[in-house]
């Protein structure tokens, strides 16, 4: 028996890790759910509750698609464990809004097109309000030309910076800039 066979066997003898109890609150919702205290926030959204909204891509952190806001700011849930959560308000796409009653910035985006196969979107749009936050906020970003302004402007290099984290493959880029910048204009900050 090689030693990739011996090692292989060890890792399939592994037992898995007893539940944990515990309660997150997502959309302003106290949910309750049983999970390994392995499992990670975008794992605990997608197949333990049903939130399909949040996507995931390269599971990794690399994409972005995963994006959710914990407390107000922008996460990627791919990276960080849901038993890690229970006192945070996490906010997934679908608590920024309903169809009926769409939040400013998924307004913008659908006014803009700023989508084509709308994977990446629930993840560009909680990253979008949570960078507006951060911009509102007065945290610089590496293009900030004045960075002890207490006010940034969001220009469109400013936004592309800020949201450099979130990957479009079809690359509706600048219809994506366009959304956030429409959405500043309109008082959606």
């Known amino acids: 028996m090689?030693?990739?066979?011996?090692?292989a066997m060890r890792r399939d003898q592994v037992e898995p890790a007893p539940p944990?109890?515990?309660?997150?609150?997502?959309?302003?919702q106290v949910r309750q759910l049983e999970v390994d205290?392995?499992?990670?926030?975008?794992?605990?959204?997608?197949?333990?509750?049903?939130?399909?909204?949040?996507?995931?891509?390269?599971?990794?952190g690399q994409c972005g698609a995963c994006t959710v806001l914990i407390n107000g700011r922008r996460v990627?849930?791919?990276?960080?464990?849901?038993?890690?959560?229970?006192?945070?308000?996490?906010?997934?796409?679908?608590?920024?809004?309903?169809?009926?009653h769409l939040h400013p910035m998924q307004r913008a985006f659908v006014e803009c097109d700023g989508f084509q196969c709308g994977?990446?979107?629930?993840?560009?749009?909680c990253s979008a309000v949570g960078m507006l936050?951060?911009?509102?906020?007065?945290?610089?970003?590496?293009v900030t030309t004045d960075v002890s302004s207490p006010r940034v402007a969001?220009?469109?290099?400013?936004?592309?910076?800020?949201?450099?984290?979130?990957?479009?493959?079809?690359?509706?880029?600048?219809?994506?800039?366009?959304?956030i910048r429409d959405s500043t204009e309109g008082g959606a900050t």
């Open 119 to 125: 994977y990446c979107t629930p993840g560009q749009i």
């Open 20 to 28: 944990t109890a515990i309660k997150l609150n997502i959309n302003d």
């Open 37 to 60: 205290p392995r499992t990670s926030l975008l794992d605990a959204l997608r197949e333990h509750l049903r939130l399909s909204g949040t996507k995931k891509g390269c599971d990794h």
């Open 154 to 179: 969001l220009t469109d290099d400013e936004i592309r910076e800020r949201m450099s984290g979130n990957i479009c493959r079809c690359a509706a880029y600048p219809n994506i800039v366009a959304a």
């Open 76 to 100: 990627l849930s791919c990276l960080t464990l849901a038993v890690m959560h229970e006192d945070d308000e996490i906010m997934t796409i679908e608590g920024l809004g309903d169809p009926d």
């Open 133 to 142: 936050a951060e911009a509102k906020a007065g945290w610089p970003s590496h």
């Open 2 to 7: 090689s030693a990739s066979d011996t090692h």
